[in-house]
């Protein structure tokens, strides 16, 4: 008996440890790691015209899942812009520039292009087939929170995922010609 407590204890920190563990698993995108390549994604922009991820290869491209209805997505749409505004056309030592690629998880197609408007993404691929969490993007990169990102370089092969703007500031710099 003299043991109990501690047994009850240890019970409560596997426990505590195991949902911890299935939550940063859960919310992580477990199926891009880095060094391997993004397939190509083919979704309508915002005037329903098919627009391929693989129409900006040869550009260092962002692919940002986002929604109009996010909080976090729509506070971080600010640095975006700045990010997108400096290096679009920078000179980079093997791509031609810098691209954002917006798949928005959005099920209102008003809401969505109103947020666009609002928050001034001045990007051309904002693309969405407004299914939401059933988008097959988000399927495809086990995206179960938003914001999420993966940075691809100019080849389609992932060089990060989920980065602050100042980590992409940092690969983009990396990348720069000098």
């Known amino acids: 008996m003299k043991y109990r ?15 911890g563990y299935y939550f940063y698993d859960y919310y992580k995108i477990p199926d891009s790691p880095e060094g391997n390549y993004v397939t190509d994604i083919v979704y309508p922009d915002v005037n329903g015209n098919p627009l391929p991820l693989s129409s900006l290869k040869g550009n260092i491209v962002l692919i940002d899942f986002w929604a109009g209805w996010c909080g976090p997505c729509r506070y971080l749409s600010p640095q975006l812009v700045t990010l997108y505004k400096e290096y679009h056309q920078s000179k980079f030592k093997t791509a031609k520039g810098f691209e954002i690629y917006s798949v928005s998880l959005d ?8 947020a666009i408007e609002q928050d001034g993404l001045i990007w051309k691929s904002h693309v969405s087939d407004l299914r939401g969490w059933s988008s ?20 389609g092969k992932i060089i990060g995922k989920n980065l602050t703007p100042a980590e992409i500031e940092d690969k983009l710099k990396a990348r720069l010609s000098q």
């Open 5 to 19: 407590n501690l047994i009850i204890a240890g019970i409560v920190l596997a426990c505590i440890a195991f949902i």
């Open 107 to 114: 099920v209102n197609r008003d809401y969505w292009l109103h």
């Open 136 to 155: 097959d993007a988000a399927e495809r990169f086990g995206i179960r929170s938003i914001p999420a990102s993966i940075l691809v370089d100019e080849n």
